[in-house]
Each structure stands twice: as C-alpha cells, then as structure tokens.
C-alpha cells in the first residue's frame, strides 16, 4: 500500500517478513560491495608491488602518530 500526501507517494506499508527480506538483500548487497571494492583495491595493490605487510606497516605507523596526536588534544593542546 502507498501512502499518499496531496496526491505525492511518500511512504509504503508493507508486511513485515518482505521488510526483513528486502533489509537482508540491502545487508548482503552492502557486503557484496565491500567484497568487490576490497578485491580490486587487492589487485590494484598487487600490479603496484604493494604486500600486506606494507600496508601493516602504514597502518601501525599512521595510529602510533594519531595515538600521540589524540593525547595532546585531550589536554586541549
């Protein structure tokens, strides 16, 4: 059923199990895609010599400044 507001379609009733089935197909699309973007960024990393150990590195480089930076500011440097 579409609810309507001077004659415009704004909302829709439907039975609950199709809203959980339609929320499960939103959750497995969103992982889908996440899926993809992660293999790409694998290969891209791949054909540019990037290993996971590089970007391991990065990682833990990059907390250990924001670790130090996140101190000071809770001073209210």
Do not use: F
């Not at 973007?37 to 290993?51: D, F, H, V, Y």
């Amino acid at each position: 059923m579409v609810l309507t507001v001077n004659s415009e379609p704004k909302s829709v009733l439907l039975n609950y199990e199709e809203y959980k089935r339609l929320r499960q197909a939103e959750k497995e699309c969103k992982r889908l895609s996440l899926k993809l973007a992660l293999e790409k960024a694998r290969a891209n990393a791949t054909a540019n010599g990037i290993t996971e150990n590089d970007v391991l590195e990065e990682v833990r480089s990059i907390r250990k400044q924001n670790k130090g930076s996140n101190h000071e500011n809770s001073r209210g440097y």
